[in-house]
């Protein structure tokens, strides 16, 4: 088990899969992206995306890309829909996933929305 990747910390669950970086055998380059989780499936998969900016000469204005990759979504890290990355580049996984999340950014505010919304539907419940 490693202890830190990077500079961030190992996540406190324990996880039994190979393909994880902190509890597996697969090791990360320092090539990292950051992207918003948009779908998520039971085979330890998600996607994210980002958007940028490109810049269309004939209109001299700039028009909204958007970018979206497969990724290695660890048991431990377990992020959900809507949550924030960081993604590090690794060797092919699988056919379509060379990536995998080290980190889920803004965890607290994640985990205050899903009291919130545990909160709410207690008081529909009542």
Not at 10 to 39: Q, R
Not at 47 to 53: A, C, G, L, P, V
Not at 95 to 121: F, G, M, P, W, Y
């Amino acid at each position: 088990m490693k202890n830190e990747i990077m500079g961030i910390k190992a996540p406190a669950k324990e996880c039994t899969d190979k393909k994880c970086p902190f509890h597996g055998e697969v090791s990360v380059k320092l090539e990292t992206l950051n992207g918003k989780v948009v779908k998520k499936d039971i085979n330890h998969s998600a996607t994210i995306e980002w958007f940028r900016s490109y810049y269309v000469p004939k209109y001299e204005r700039y028009e909204l890309r958007r970018s979206r990759l497969r990724v290695h979504n660890p048991a431990c890290v377990d992020a959900k829909v809507g949550q924030e990355v960081l993604v590090a580049k690794t060797r092919p996984l699988s056919k379509t996933k060379h990536h995998v999340i080290l980190q889920i950014k803004n965890a607290e505010i994640a985990v205050s929305d899903n009291e919130e919304s545990t909160k709410k539907s207690a008081k529909k419940q009542k």
